[in-house]
């Protein structure tokens, strides 16, 4: 946990204070990041997605990464 610097929550959860609180108290953060409104972010990623796997859309390909 030291090793974290920042939370950002994103998602219906952050509509729930308990799961506010328990985030706190796990991270031992006292400010939990919300720049971004979860439920259009859920959307948008998930329409990104969708687009890479569409052959009636034209986008420019979206290359997803995590790093462990």
Known sequence: ???IDQVEI???GLRIPRVSELIKEVTE???LGVHLNGDEAMCLG???IAS???QQYKVR???LT???
């Open 1 to 3: 946990m030291s090793e």
């Open 10 to 12: 994103l998602g219906g």
């Open 29 to 31: 953060k006292h400010d």
């Open 46 to 48: 998930s329409s990104f």
């Open 52 to 54: 890479n796997y569409s």
């Open 61 to 63: 390909q979206l290359y």
């Open 66 to 68: 995590h790093k462990p």
